[in-house]
């Protein structure tokens, strides 16, 4: 499906792409993008390709065709840990927080990098413990010994150390219990207001229509619709066709 050019110069821009794992051909010409600012769902059913276009984008998986833009510069091809110093953070469906770690040593994994002051650090260690309280109650225990819908927490708060422009999060409510879930909602509107664009992959559906100003939906390594989240609702045939189970 092709898809109009975005008006203003896009954070993230992922055009025509496709990715093999091995002979598997997974992604058949990914097309989509981000604004800055702006959340985006990205929604699909399992296996269709939602996590490998996150890994594409983190340079996790390398596309063999098609290209990646941060900020209008192609990123395709470069290393991970570049992609996090150039502002694109990710929190993976496994979470990868450091189980043996505290909770403020996992935090400090994201603070330790060149020219950043002790006052900037110390800030953003307060901020994420005001949106996060339960992690500053638990700054001092292993990561390990968290609650999954916490350990979600950690992934993001862990995230936010590195004050991304983006950050990609792939079903950040996986699992959780609705408290969770609620907590993790109000986390992306926060977020949000903060200016950080997100991508979020879910599978979720009222959740993403309701935390996303945009959706795309994917199917068998491609985009298939994309529209405003205010467009369409879980009734809606589209819904119904490419999420429906
Ligand atoms: N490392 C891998 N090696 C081979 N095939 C893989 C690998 N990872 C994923 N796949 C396959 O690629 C396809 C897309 O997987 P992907 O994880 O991107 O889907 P998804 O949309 O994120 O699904 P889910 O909702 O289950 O997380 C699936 O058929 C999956 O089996
Ligand atoms: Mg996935």
């Known amino acids: 499906m092709t898809e109009t050019a975005p008006r203003t110069e896009p954070i993230v821009l992922v055009e025509d792409v496709h990715t093999y794992y091995g002979k598997s051909h997974i992604l058949h010409g990914v097309t989509l993008h981000v604004q800055p600012g702006e959340v985006v769902g990205l929604l699909g059913r399992n296996g269709v390709g939602k996590s490998t276009t996150l890994k594409t984008i983190m340079g996790l998986v390398q596309p063999s065709r098609g290209s990646v833009?941060?900020?209008?510069?192609?990123?395709?091809?470069?290393?991970?840990?570049?992609?996090?110093?150039?502002?694109?953070?990710?929190?993976?469906?496994?979470r990868r927080i450091?189980?043996?770690?505290?909770?403020?040593?996992?935090?400090?994994?994201?603070?330790?990098?060149?020219?950043?002051?002790?006052?900037?650090?110390?800030?953003?260690?307060?901020?994420?413990f005001t949106y996060f309280p339960v992690l500053a109650e638990r700054s001092n225990q292993a990561g390990g010994t968290l609650s999954g819908g916490?350990?979600?927490?950690l992934a993001i708060a862990r995230a936010m150390m590195l004050e991304p422009k983006i950050i990609l999060l792939d079903e950040p409510t996986e699992g959780l219990m609705p408290r969770m879930v609620s907590q993790i909602r109000q986390i992306i509107d926060v977020l949000h207001r903060e200016g950080?664009?997100?991508?979020?992959?879910?599978?979720?559906?009222?959740?993403?229509?309701?935390?996303?100003?945009?959706?795309?939906?994917m199917e068998k390594?491609?985009?298939?619709?994309?529209?405003?989240?205010?467009?369409?609702?879980v009734d809606d045939p589209v819904v119904k066709q490419y999420l429906g189970v």
């Open 69 to 94: 833009r941060l900020d209008g510069n192609a990123i395709t091809g470069l290393p991970t840990h570049k992609l996090a110093r150039l502002g694109i953070g990710y929190v993976p469906e496994d």
């Open 150 to 153: 916490e350990q979600q927490m």
């Open 221 to 233: 390594g491609l985009v298939c619709h994309h529209c405003a989240a205010s467009e369409i609702n």
């Open 98 to 128: 450091f189980g043996l770690l505290t909770v403020m040593e996992n935090l400090r994994t994201g603070l330790d990098r060149k020219g950043v002051t002790e006052e900037r650090k110390a800030a953003l260690l307060d901020k994420v």
């Open 196 to 217: 950080v664009a997100i991508l979020l992959v879910e599978q979720n559906v009222p959740l993403t229509l309701e935390a996303s100003e945009r959706v795309y939906i």
